[in-house]
């Protein structure tokens, strides 16, 4: 069945949201729901509208999967404990790198954290608070990438034919998934969260994992978990819709100290875009990219090599796995 589109520009946020409250509120009755809660603008939205709908029928979990950016988990718990919503931090590090463990295909890795999320972590979660539904914050664009066999979005299931029902034991409800990033935006402002989350960078389900070409490790994970960091601060105020640090499997030739090093190489990304759909690279400054270069292979362990991304998409996908 074909998804009809709610644009931004014809969205009506606060009836968006007095129809999504009374369809959860009917679907899920006087049973248990459950979510995840990423701290994107996705999930966050998805979140507030579970807590209006249900109260403490709802239970929010955050998962700390490994592949977070730094201290990020802590961060967003703290954030929305501030809001009123009780987050319980799920440590599940452990089983999302022993699922990743020697796996380079891209979307052998996606549907490794696809499978530990839903069937491992969130079939224990259920079973252990006897929930009946899931909500999830699935975008029309999710949707879109996945049936087009672009790459495979963590979350889209019944598009693909795959019931959550018998494969996982639980129903998922998707409230926004008539909507694309403007318009979830939109919707979030209008529930009261903050700009820093209704204004928030888009972040992937596989997170730090979608930006690691080759092996996912600690250590690797570490290197990029770094340069993603500086990053974000050195590009805080460029005004762009998402901006990403990727490394690279490659070893290359590089020089410290005089001497040959076989080292790293960091890919910047910095895109310029509404939706998610297209996108364009932004024009950084030369200075802005010299400095960015300059931290990255100084402060970053074994990176000797800093590029930056010039191709649209298409062809190019936002993120690289």
């Not at 530990?116 to 079973?127: E, Q, S």
């Not at 975008?139 to 672009?150: H, K, P, R, S, W």
């Not at 034991?169 to 209008?190: C, F, N, S, T, W």
Request: some cysteine; hydrophobic content about 40%; glycine content about 6%.
């Amino acid at each position: 069945m074909a998804i009809e589109e709610i644009p931004a520009d014809r969205l009506d946020a606060e009836q968006f949201i007095a129809t999504q409250l009374e369809a959860i509120s009917a679907t899920v009755g006087d049973s248990i729901a459950i979510n995840a809660l990423s701290g994107g603008v996705d999930s966050a939205t998805v979140t507030m509208l579970g807590h209006r709908a249900l109260g403490d029928r709802l239970k929010t979990y955050f998962i700390d999967n490994a592949l977070m950016r730094q201290d990020e988990p802590q961060q967003i718990v703290a954030l929305f404990a501030e809001l009123g919503v009780n987050v319980e931090l799920i440590d599940a590090q452990d089983e999302f790198l022993n699922a990743l463990a020697g796996i380079t295909d891209p979307e052998e890795k996606r549907e490794a954290v696809t499978r530990t999320f839903y069937h491992d972590v969130f079939g224990r979660l259920v079973r252990e608070s006897g929930a009946k539904y899931l909500l999830q914050g699935t975008i029309l664009t999710d949707v879109d990438e996945t049936v087009a066999g672009i790459k495979r979005q963590h979350n889209v299931f019944q598009q693909l034919g795959i019931d959550p029902q018998q494969a996982f034991g639980y129903q998922i409800i998707e409230p926004l998934i008539q909507l694309r990033k403007d318009g979830v935006r939109k919707v979030a402002q209008a529930l009261g969260l903050p700009e820093s989350i209704y204004n928030r960078m888009p972040f992937p389900g596989p997170a730090l994992a979608a930006r690691i070409i080759g092996d996912v490790t600690r250590e690797r994970l570490a290197t990029v978990r770094q340069a993603t960091a500086i990053t974000e601060e050195e590009l805080a105020d460029v005004d762009a819709f998402q901006y990403m640090a990727i490394l690279h499997e490659d070893r290359v030739t590089g020089m410290r100290e005089g001497r040959r090093e076989f080292g790293q190489q960091i890919e910047i990304r910095c895109w310029n875009s509404i939706d998610a759909r297209t996108a364009t690279p932004t024009h950084l400054s030369w200075d802005t990219l010299e400095k960015l270069s300059h931290r990255i292979v100084t402060e970053v362990p074994g990176v000797v090599s800093v590029t930056y991304n010039i191709t649209t998409k298409p062809p190019s996908t936002m993120e690289v796995v």
